[in-house]
């Protein structure tokens, strides 16, 4: 029997939510097994056709930009391993895991254009200061408004491009 539209909805925000604290609270390797595990269940059994590339090229969006923003000092990640020299596993993971809210759960959301904005320019940076704290990140004082307004044009771009 197929789950009812609102249960995957529901499911889907929570698979993320879940996946979110897996990789702030255990690191890199538990990222690299729970992310990818995520992933794939995503992709195999909830993934619309064609979707894997949007969630690839949002992975390089995300190494793009929070790479970027390391390069700058937004983040002193102190002695973790970091891929490519930029970014912790469990950081860059946490990207492609909010690319599988987009086309389901938050779906809604990119009729609105200035609301995807505002809910982008709050949670962004919400998401960072709270993984920053649970995972021991220091970010620098301009990091967060940055992240405000990083996260406010990427919600905005996706409602401008978002195809249902």
């Known amino acids: 029997m197929a789950t009812p539209k609102w249960q995957a909805l529901v499911l889907n925000a929570l698979r993320f939510e879940a996946g979110w604290l897996l990789c702030v609270l255990g690191g890199s390797w538990v990222a690299a097994v729970a992310g990818s595990s995520l992933l794939a269940w995503h992709l195999w059994r909830c993934a619309r056709p064609g979707e894997w ?30 891929v490519l020299g930029l ?66 044009m990427l919600c905005v771009g996706i409602s401008r491009f978002y195809r249902t």
Not at 55 to 70: H, K, M, N, P, V
Not at 110 to 120: N, T
């Open 53 to 82: 590339r949007f969630i690839a090229g949002f992975a390089l969006l995300g190494l793009a930009i929070d790479g970027g923003l390391q390069l700058l000092g937004g983040f002193n990640f102190n002695d973790q391993t970091l």
């Open 87 to 152: 970014l912790p596993l469990w950081l860059w993971m946490l990207w492609p895991l909010f690319a599988t809210l987009v086309y389901h759960s938050l779906a809604w959301l990119w009729r609105y254009p200035l609301l995807a904005a505002l809910c982008g320019a709050i949670s962004g940076p919400l998401s960072y200061y709270g993984g920053a704290l649970l995972a021991e990140v220091t970010l620098a004082a301009w990091l967060l408004p940055v992240q405000a307004l990083v996260w406010a």
